[in-house]
């Protein structure tokens, strides 16, 4: 079985605060995502990587920065928290293939709540 | 560019009965990958299913099923005799082959409440 597994299932931060979200997957999987969930919108791409140290902006990066230093691990940066930030956050994973048919596994989440 | 619809924000039923959810999809791909997720209160998203572009053919799963219809840009999804597990809030979800790093599409999210 693919097991993600993120830091914290809930999370309280102050305004201005530099938060760390972590996620590790076991399955040896190239692709790591981080989305946000928020209601009445589905999720949206924050950050991807494809490979250690490699990095790609998704649909919304602004306020957000990512660091992959392992394979198996991916970190979400908040810079300087804000309100506007408190949501639910998820991580996925998913193995590179040519034949372009990965299904991405997700974490739990993290629900971070800024104040 | 690539869109994902699930107009039905809220769906109740009482269990036992079938409900259908909908999924509609915009692209322009002639190649491309359709998803579904369940996420119960837990919060984890559950892979479902996934389907190619090249196949039509409906799928069944137990007490799920889907139905992929080209034509219609529609990917639905039933589940017969609903149980009060089956409460989540149930996503479609899209890929395009050549979608970067194989990002996902997410509609907005079906969520269900079966009641005993």
């Known amino acids: 079985d693919v097991k993600v597994t993120q830091s914290s299932r809930y999370l309280v931060k102050r305004t201005g605060e530099k938060v760390f979200l972590e996620c590790v997957q076991d399955?040896?999987?190239?692709?790591m995502f981080w989305y946000r969930q928020d209601p009445g919108l589905g999720l949206r791409l924050i950050y991807f990587s494809y490979d250690v140290k490699m990095k790609e902006k998704g649909d919304i990066p602004e306020g957000y920065s990512v660091s992959r230093e392992k394979k198996e691990r991916f970190s979400l940066i908040l810079e300087s928290a804000s309100t506007n930030q408190t949501s639910m956050y998820l991580c996925?994973?998913?193995?590179?293939?040519?034949?372009?048919?990965?299904?991405?596994?997700f974490g739990p989440g993290t629900r971070l709540t800024v104040l | 560019a690539q869109k994902v619809t699930q107009a039905q924000t809220e769906i109740s039923v009482v269990e036992k009965e079938d409900v259908t959810l909908d999924c509609v999809y915009e692209t322009r791909d002639t190649t491309y990958y359709l998803f579904w997720y369940k996420q119960p209160p837990s919060g984890e998203l559950v892979f479902l299913i996934r389907r190619n572009s090249f196949d039509e053919q409906n799928e069944i799963s137990g007490r799920y099923s889907w139905n992929f219809q080209k034509s219609t840009s529609s990917f639905n999804f039933t589940i017969t005799a609903s149980q009060v597990v089956d409460s989540a809030v149930y996503f479609c979800a899209l890929r395009g082959l050549y979608n970067q790093g194989g990002k996902l599409i997410f509609g907005q999210g079906t969520e269900l409440s079966v009641k005993p």
């Open positions: 996925a994973s998913s193995k590179r293939t040519s034949a372009h048919t990965d299904t991405q596994y």
């Open positions: 399955m040896d999987h190239e692709n």
